[in-house]
């Protein structure tokens, strides 16, 4: 350690320190040692190894810390290593969960898979696509979403800029019991409406329900948008007489645009996934039904589910409930990727 | 944006504003600012008005259920709604349900925060926006995915950890294993932590990079060590945000459906491990038994989704409070 500190010109401002490569060797050194120590004992899972790994790297950063440098700066290195160590620890799963859907999927996703329907083909047999789950899928989503937005949008902005009172509060706090609604009670209430009308199974059903699980996200994230706008811009233009709705909609909204987009989109994003209220409400089919407000219609996440879950095992249909998935997850990314798009294209420039 | 006024689902109330409405909308003489505070408010009012009608209508066919239930709606170990006479009980399921989303609570949110604060205050900046970046595209993840992705992949490679944590922790009870397919509430629980990870980290990371410059600049210039300027200036200003974000992550582990009914295997008991046996969640009870569900069936399950939707009133509206009685400073309206 020394020398590294005795090359340049000693300081007297500074204690001790480790060199910057540190942490690096530590971490190398303590996989390293993870390694050897899990084949040592023979144990077979890479979750073990990577929790001893991580286990040794935090304790060694500790001990070299408070021997060369002192308590604070080794409590600093802790946080450090911990906060390194939280980072790798989530990307191993989430890395794992991606390679295994690409890998698995593309097996059986190609032209035909997209375009076919499994009106003919047994669930155990090879074959088959996900056309009609696809069309479903768009049409509960879009339609849920034509209803969530405006309703979301307007009721955050009565929230921030005219919210006082105990209608106000609470409507927050009910927005906030909302978002924590869980899908299938979401689904639940809409089949209770549905047995009480003695109505069958239909897409615009699940709509409905996706609709009440998209208001509450996007009334809580544009909420928080339109909260990080300076009071100063609001203030400027009420004070060249501008009306307070269009200072709203030409001031407060344009600004926080890129927020609520992004906000939309997280929300989109968390309904296209639902399974829950369509398996009550839509029941899925195996042929195409382009007619949303008649007829039980498929849903991507619910033909994930169903070929799981109804084929005991089968790899045809294990196959194409992953290709569904991949499916599914590259029509959010492009949900994702253009919403982005339109809140950097629309984004106010700011200084940061 | 125009349209928004155009194409709004309720009509502006008619009603002549009171004065505290007055007091409200400050100036809303103009027929626009009438015509946008009603449409606004009349937006709030509907999501009252939805919330009111899903206690209502789970409660009028909860009720039936639970009158012809014969065995006790809060205690029995059984679920046999689809027989004459019905017998059912939730018990299991609020163990199962509770248990399962404490045991994400305690892996995710530590975790996220770290990667949150990785992302503000450790990586390189470049680094950093790619994370976060990845991390919002894999908070579109659909639960489904997750719940394959745990059942075909993640249940394989627990055996290890379940034979590990028997060893070393079998003797507490709740971590001992009999050695049977880790499809257990430990397994459901690793697999929702890893779900609302994105969700907590998020939001936690949004909240960490407001935290003041100035108060971090100060906090460094005074000799603070990184994590010094963390704990005393980033960390109390993201408190409540952190709050919030687990409340998000706690709401959507509670009422995690299909990713529960994929990994779990089911049963109707209460083992004291952790690692042995199945029990069951609400939601997940719902999924799997509403397929062969007769019309009491579907009460009686809809009854337990009463019960689930009175759990997330309750979580949410404490975790409500504790983030009121820490208010936090906010830009607009101040």
């Known amino acids: 350690m020394s020398n590294v500190v005795m090359d340049k010109r000693p300081s007297t401002l500074q204690g001790a320190r480790l060199p910057r490569w540190t942490p690096w060797a530590v971490a190398l050194g303590s996989v390293g040692a993870g390694l050897g120590i899990s084949a040592a004992a023979g144990l077979d899972s890479k979750i073990q190894w990577a929790l001893i790994a991580a286990l040794l790297f935090v304790l060694v950063n500790y001990a070299l810390g408070v021997k060369v440098e002192g308590s604070r700066q080794a409590k600093d290195r802790v946080a450090t290593s911990l906060v390194w160590v939280a980072f790798l620890l989530a990307v191993i799963p989430l890395a794992s969960l991606i390679w295994e859907t690409i890998s698995r999927g593309v097996k059986v996703l190609d032209g035909y898979f997209l375009s076919h329907s499994m009106g003919v083909v047994a669930d155990t047999e090879p074959g088959g696509g996900i056309n009609h789950a696809i069309i479903g899928t768009l049409e509960q ?51 209770a409406i549905m047995l009480q009308l003695e109505l ?29 706008i300076p009071n100063e811009l609001r203030e400027a233009s009420l004070a060249l007489g501008v009306p307070k709705w269009r200072t709203i909609i030409k001031v407060v909204l344009p600004t926080s645009l890129g927020g609520i987009t992004t906000g939309v989109m997280l929300a989109v994003a968390r309904i296209a996934g639902e399974t829950a209220p369509v398996l009550l409400l839509v029941w899925g089919s195996a042929f195409i039904n382009n007619n949303p407000f008649e007829g039980a219609q498929a849903s991507l996440p619910l033909y994930i589910y169903q070929q799981y879950a109804n084929s005991a095992g089968n790899a045809a249909a294990y196959d194409r409930a992953w290709a569904a998935a991949l499916t599914l997850i590259i029509i959010v990314m492009i949900l994702n990727l253009a919403a982005r798009g339109i809140a950097r294209w629309k984004a106010p420039k700011t200084g940061r | ?19 505290e409405q007055k007091r409200a909308a400050r100036g809303a003489t103009r027929p626009g600012d009438r015509i946008f505070l009603g449409l606004s408010r009349g937006s709030g009012i509907l999501l009252l008005v939805i919330m009111a ?38 018990a ?80 507490t009870g709740i971590f001992s294993w009999q050695g049977l397919e880790p499809r257990s509430l430990f397994a459901v629980g690793i697999l929702l932590a890893i779900m609302i990870l ?39 200003f993201g408190r409540s945000g952190v709050i919030s974000a687990s409340m998000l992550g706690l709401g959507r582990a509670l009422g995690e459906t299909m990713a529960v009914a994929t990994v779990l295997s089911p049963n109707f008991l209460i083992e004291a491990s952790l690692l042995d046996g199945g029990g069951g969640t609400f939601a997940q009870n719902i999924a799997s ?31 409500r409070m504790i983030i009121a009685r820490r208010k936090e400073y906010s830009g607009a309206n101040a």
Do not use: C
């Open chain 2, 289 to 319: 038994k509403f397929g062969e569900a007769t019309e009491t069936g579907r009460d009686a399950l809809i009854a337990s989704g009463l019960v689930l939707f009175v759990i997330t009133l309750l979580v949410n509206g404490a975790a």
């Open chain 2, 1 to 19: 944006m125009d349209i928004s006024t155009q194409d709004a689902p309720v009509p502006p109330p008619t009603t002549t504003p009171t004065a």
């Open chain 1, 141 to 191: 989503v879009g339609l849920a979403t034509v209803m969530a937005v405006p309703v979301g949008v307007l009721t955050a902005i009565y929230l921030v800029e005219y919210g006082r009172g105990r209608l106000a509060k609470s409507v927050t706090f009910f927005v906030d019991v909302m978002t924590g609604i869980p899908s299938i009670v979401a689904g639940l209430f809409i089949l």
């Open chain 2, 92 to 171: 299991v399921l609020a163990y199962g349900t509770i248990v399962s989303s404490i045991i994400a609570m305690v892996i995710a949110v530590p975790i996220s925060v770290g990667i949150a604060l990785f992302i503000t205050h450790y990586a390189p900046r470049r680094l950093g926006g790619l994370i976060s970046y990845v991390i919002d595209l894999l908070a579109a993840v659909p639960s489904i995915v997750y719940g394959l992705w745990g059942a075909l992949v993640l249940v394989p490679n627990l055996k290890g950890l379940y034979g590990w944590l028997d060893a070393y922790l079998g003797w």
């Open chain 1, 200 to 228: 069958q199974p239909f897409g615009f059903a699940g709509s409905l329900a996706l609709a009440i699980l998209m208001m509450p996200v996007v009334v809580r994230s544009t909420e928080e948008m339109l909260k990080l």
């Open chain 2, 53 to 90: 009608a899903i206690a209502a209508f789970l409660t009028y066919r909860a009720i039936d259920a639970i009158s012809a239930d014969e065995a006790n709606f809060f205690t029995a170990f059984e679920w046999e709604a689809n027989s004459t006479p019905p017998r059912f009980g939730i």
């Open chain 2, 198 to 236: 994105p969700i907590v980290t998020n939001v936690s990371r949004e909240v960490f990079r407001q935290a003041p410059q100035m108060h971090q600049e100060a906090a460094l210039a005074l000799g603070a060590t990184r994590w010094e300027v963390i704990r005393m200036s980033v960390l109390p």
